[in-house]
């Protein structure tokens, strides 16, 4: 069974930064979903296998950056210049394959999710 644990969730203010980590228990593609209030999970971003590609939502870009350490099997979600709107629960999930996914459907395994508050 995989398991993937989020950490680095948390209260900060606008304009501010966090860092989320995820780590799994095996080497997959890797992505970040979040989940406001009475909406639905979003993709955030994602990375390939290897690293070497990275995807991230028209929201996020130029503000988030993921990444990812194979030799202990973890990826991070470093988010810049927040804003209120950022404010959810981020999910870290892991995928089968090589490339990089978008589409919630396309990942097998999830973590329990850490909550992120941005206050204005």
């Known amino acids: 069974q995989v398991q993937l644990v989020e950490s680095g969730g948390g209260l900060v203010q606008a304009g501010g930064s966090l860092r989320l980590s995820c780590a799994a228990s095996?080497?997959?593609?890797m992505g970040w979903f979040r989940q406001a209030p009475g909406k639905e999970r979003e993709f955030v971003a994602t990375i390939s296998w290897s690293g070497g590609s990275t995807y991230y939502a028209d929201s996020v870009k130029g503000r988030f950056t993921i990444s990812r350490d194979n030799a202990k099997n973890t990826v991070a979600l470093q988010m810049n210049s927040l804003k209120p709107e950022d404010t959810a629960v981020y999910y870290c999930a892991a995928a089968r394959g090589y490339s990089y996914y978008y589409r919630l459907s396309e990942y097998d395994y999830w973590g329990q999710g850490t909550q992120v508050t941005v206050s204005s």
């Open positions: 095996g080497r997959y593609v």
